[in-house]
């Protein structure tokens, strides 16, 4: 069974523009969530999406938005990007909102913002 | 508050030492979940284990074992008999029963580098 897949894998932007991250579940899972790993620092969080809903966000400014599809893949969106963006983005995702058995990550994207 | 600390910011051992990874956390719920992922250098997050509040009980897996303490917040994870390929990052992660969306907090995590 696959994974969760991210991508793209890597990605470079310029400070300003608009970047699209996607992430694909586990399948039959229906919980999505988003984190940011800057370098160096853990995984903080950024949203959950369950049933194409939004369940959490975390401290994150409004230029970070996502959605959820109804095949529950899953995109993040950042506007305005700012050099303080650039990180990993790990996508995890669980069968239900609130998984007691671990959520399973992805690989991650590496997008560097200059 | 909920905030997860790992004090120890990188280990080095030698192949076949026995080694422990410190967690502390707070939390105000008193359901809650504890796990530990390990991150290699392709970034992906590889659950190890999880752990509600109401077990106590100390788990082995092979050569990983973990020892959870309520009375001082605490659930450090051992590895014996350490192994080149155990280098990686550590992260102890708390799950609060009660907040919004399964969210993760994750401690700045231990970086292992075991050396043949």
């Known amino acids: 069974d696959a994974g969760v897949t991210q991508s793209p894998t890597h990605l470079i932007k310029t400070r300003g523009q608009q970047v699209t991250l996607r992430c694909s579940p586990i399948?039959?899972?229906?919980?999505v969530s988003w984190y940011q790993q800057v370098l160096g620092q853990g995984p903080q969080f950024i949203f959950q999406?369950?049933?194409?809903?939004?369940?959490g966000r975390g401290n994150f400014p409004d230029r970070f938005s996502a959605r959820q599809f109804p095949n529950y893949s899953s995109e993040l969106n950042v506007n305005a990007l700012l050099l303080g963006d650039s990180a990993l983005y790990l996508c995890?995702?669980?069968?239900?909102?609130?998984?007691?058995?671990?959520?399973?990550f992805g690989s991650g994207t590496r997008l560097t913002v200059v | 508050a909920q905030k997860v600390t790992q004090a120890q910011t990188e280990i080095s051992v030698v192949e076949k030492e026995d080694v422990t990874l410190d967690c502390v956390y707070e939390?105000?719920?008193?359901?809650?979940?504890l796990f530990w992922y390990k991150q290699p250098p392709s970034g992906e997050l590889v659950f190890l284990i999880r752990?509600?509040?109401?077990?106590?009980q100390n788990e082995i897996s092979g050569r990983y074992s973990w020892n959870f303490q309520k009375s001082t917040s605490s659930f450090n994870f051992t590895i014996t008999a350490s192994q080149v390929v155990d280098s990686a990052v550590y992260f102890c992660?708390?799950?609060?029963?009660?907040?919004?969306?399964?969210?993760?907090?994750f401690g700045q995590g231990t970086e292992l580098s075991v050396k043949p």
């Open positions: 995890a995702s669980s069968p239900s909102r609130q998984d007691n058995y671990g959520y399973t």
């Open positions: 399948s039959g899972h229906k919980s």
């Open positions: 999406y369950y049933e194409k809903e939004e369940r």
């Open positions: 939390t105000r719920d008193t359901t809650y979940y």
């Open positions: 752990r509600n509040s109401f077990d106590e």
């Open positions: 992660a708390l799950s609060e029963a009660g907040n919004q969306g399964g969210k993760l907090i």
